[in-house]
């Protein structure tokens, strides 16, 4: 019962360097998310997919890019990260297709990915 | 625009006593609102969720949370607290906005269950 698999736990970059975050599900679901944790404020989310071969940007789309690779994986890539991008990331996936908000959606969410950038 | 409030940043009981996590939201049209559960180092876990059926809607674990359309509240209940329920609370309002249906996360409730 693995659901939605989260890859690196922790990391830490410097400044100006790169990194991809990798996400898998095995529920078969249709839309997978982006959001980053930060204090203070919630979940925001970043990137989403409602279905295989389409994304979206969320609230705060940048200096980030996805790839939803198939219908299991959705990467987020920092091209160039900056010490805002500090946060813990998750990556969520849900049965139906489209936004995070749509009809009776409800999220399975990751076990995080902690990344300071330095 | 839509927002949630989650009125206490912590929350701190006593083993065995009632446990209540605040909610308020604000919201232009009927909204749906969810309670999700955080442990430590662990992914978001749904709780309860509501979406315009019964007001009062029980969730997993012995959680509960009323609906109240007057006090634009959807506060979190469990009447008896446990070592296990230590966690972060998050609600979350789902509702229209100018730009379609938009998903809100609350800032977060940390519940402290002691001995």
């Known amino acids: 019962n693995a659901g939605v698999t989260q890859t690196p736990k922790f990391q830490v970059l410097k400044t100006g360097q790169s990194m991809t975050l990798q996400c898998a599900q095995d529920m078969n679901h249709n839309s997978m998310y982006w959001y980053r944790q930060d204090p203070g404020m919630g979940l925001r989310l970043i990137y989403y997919?409602?279905?295989?071969?389409?994304?979206d940007k969320g609230e705060v789309p940048n200096g980030y890019n996805v790839s939803r690779l198939n219908k299991r994986e959705f990467s987020l890539r920092l091209e160039s990260a900056a010490p805002s991008q500090t946060s813990v990331y998750f990556c969520?996936?849900?049965?139906?297709?489209?936004?995070?908000?749509?009809?009776?959606?409800?999220?399975?969410f990751g076990a995080g990915s902690r990344l300071t950038v330095l | 625009a839509q927002s949630v409030t989650q009125l206490d940043s912590h929350v701190s009981v006593s083993e065995g006593t009632p446990v209540l996590l605040r909610c308020n939201y604000s919201?232009?049209?009927?909204?749906?609102l969810f309670w999700y559960v955080q442990h430590p180092n662990k992914g978001l876990q749904l709780l309860l969720k509501y979406t315009s059926a019964a007001t009062l809607v029980k969730g997993i674990n012995g959680f509960e949370a009323e609906f109240k359309k007057s006090e634009t509240s959807f506060h979190l209940t469990k009447p008896s607290a446990h070592m296990s329920d230590a966690a972060e609370y998050f609600c979350v309002v789902r509702g229209l906005t100018g730009g379609g249906n938009k998903l809100t996360f609350g800032t977060g409730t940390q519940l402290k269950v002691e001995l």
């Open positions: 997919s409602a279905s295989e071969g389409t994304t």
């Open positions: 969520a996936s849900s049965e139906i297709s489209g936004e995070p908000s749509s009809g009776a959606n409800v999220l399975t």
């Open positions: 919201s232009s049209y009927s909204p749906s």
